[in-house]
Nanobody
Framework: VQLQASGGGLVQAWGSLRLSCAAS????????VGWFRQAPGKEREGVSC?????????YYQDSVKGRFTISRDNAKNTVYLQMSSLKPDDTAVYFC???????????????????????WGQGTQVTVSS
């Protein structure tokens, strides 16, 4: 039972990357999923989140609105984070996490209120060069 995050890499400013958060051993569409990032010397911050398929809601941190898109593919048991118009400030290790409670991940992404999650993926490094 695990989440696996992938898709990071080195990209120039204004470039794009797509991160994947793939679940194995459980059905990801029963869970709300959040993407988080942590830059060196900074605390973890919520980037975006998507509710379970039953709710079909999404939310974005202000700094990524209009540039990032979160989505899910239930057939592949995967949640994606499409990142466009990347900036050097987006450089960080990105993590995904899953919880049964939409309110938990929404509170962290929207208000910075740290929550507890059922599953965490390992981080994937995103580096944006200027």
């Amino acid at each position: 039972v695990q989440l696996q995050a992938s898709g990071g890499g080195l990209v120039q400013a204004w470039g794009s990357l797509r991160l994947s958060c793939a679940a194995s051993g459980f059905t990801l569409d029963n869970y709300a999923v959040g993407w988080f990032r942590q830059a060196p010397g900074k605390e973890r911050e919520g980037v975006s989140c998507i509710s379970s398929s039953a709710g079909a809601s999404t939310y974005y941190q202000d700094s990524v609105k209009g540039r990032f898109t979160i989505s899910r593919d239930n057939a592949k048991n995967t949640v994606y984070l499409q990142m466009s118009s990347l900036k050097p400030d987006d450089t960080a290790v990105y993590f995904c996490a899953a919880t049964r409670w939409w309110g938990t991940v929404l509170a962290e992404v929207g208000r910075g209120r740290r929550g507890e999650y059922d599953y965490w993926g390992q981080g994937t490094q995103v580096t944006v060069s200027s």
